[in-house]
Nanobody, 123 residues
Framework: QVRLVESGGGLVQAGGSLRLSCAASGSIFRNNVMGWYRQAPGKQRELVAAITSGGNTNYADSVKGRFTISGDNAKNTVYLQMNSLKPEDTAGYYC?????????????????WGQGTQVTVSS
């Protein structure tokens, strides 16, 4: 199985920055996509940004130009640099990883979630 550990959330004033990290450990991942989702109270979980192992990225329109996702394949770690934060960015942020993982000598396809980290932006 794959374990995702997030860090970097917190409280910041509007206009400030935070950097989230998500490290995947456990079974080896191949051909994976890692991304960040967020969920605010009373709202559905939404994709913020994602990156493939080949470096292709995808962003929600609401964060384009402000957030940057990057990855370190060797460390199986993905980062989300969040600049110019707005109060509407306040949410629980969850790391997601999808792809093939090695277990018992065989590769399986699966999706995994981290426990989430809270980002609060004050006005």
């Amino acid at each position: 199985q794959v374990r995702l550990v997030e860090s970097g959330g917190g409280l910041v004033q509007a206009g400030g920055s935070l950097r989230l990290s998500c490290a995947a450990s456990g079974s080896i991942f191949r051909n994976n996509v890692m991304g960040w989702y967020r969920q605010a109270p009373g709202k559905q979980r939404e994709l913020v940004a994602a990156i493939t192992s080949g470096g292709n990225t995808n962003y929600a329109d609401s964060v384009k130009g402000r957030f940057t996702i990057s990855g370190d394949n060797a460390k199986n770690t993905v980062y989300l640099q969040m600049n110019s934060l707005k109060p509407e960015d306040t949410a629980g942020y969850y790391c997601n990883a999808e792809g093939k993982y090695l277990s018992g000598g065989l590769y399986y396809t699966g999706a995994f979630w981290g426990q989430g980290t809270q980002v609060t932006v004050s006005s």
